[in-house]
């Protein structure tokens, strides 16, 4: 929550607090879900979730637990390579399967989320897909608002706003 608090006090947040019945309901999601983005509209509405939603979203959840079951089952007799990639399959999983949830509740209130993962695992081509395109999408984005655009913004510098937000990534993720 308190990220989220700084987005807006430094005006980088995505949902801006406006007035209205169904701006108090999306400010109240943005503040309390911060693993799940809403997907904006050019107009700056929240989108409409597609139709299908609730079967991608369960077919979703039930392929994560399915992985994780059988890394559960299988991933400990693989070789330490096999055993690395079924990690990841594991835990790309989970994080999958959790992000599910709080996108299904936006999309019963009638909002679109962004999919935190993209299916980093499988459908992946190279290093750069994986890291920049697929795997943890909600803290990309954060980053590149709260970090990488202003910094950009008052430098001049893509490489100081890139070196920065690295720095910002590892900090976080040894806190």
Not at 27 to 35: G, I, Q, S, T
Request: charged share 15%; hydrophobic share 50%; net charge positive.
């Amino acid at each position: 929550v308190f990220w989220r608090f700084m987005e807006l006090f430094f005006e980088t947040a995505p949902v801006p607090p406006s007035s209205g019945a169904g701006s108090v309901w999306l400010f109240a999601a943005f503040v309390a879900m911060p693993a799940v983005e809403i997907r904006f509209t050019p107009s700056g509405r929240p989108e409409v979730p597609r139709q299908g939603w609730l079967q991608r979203r369960s077919l979703t959840v039930l392929r994560d637990v399915l992985c994780c079951m059988a890394v559960g089952t299988f991933g400990l007799q693989l070789p330490w390579l096999g055993k690395s990639y079924a990690f990841a399959i594991l835990l790309a999983s989970i994080l999958s399967c959790l992000g599910q949830g709080p996108m299904m509740f936006l999309n019963m209130l009638g909002v679109e989320a962004v999919e935190p993962m993209r299916d980093p695992c499988w459908k992946s081509q190279g290093v750069n897909d994986f890291w920049g395109r697929r795997w943890n999408l909600t803290v990309h984005s954060f980053l590149r608002r709260l970090f990488f655009a202003p910094l950009l913004k008052h430098t001049g510098s893509r490489a100081l706003a890139t070196f920065c937000v690295f720095l910002a990534s590892a900090l976080f993720h040894e806190h």
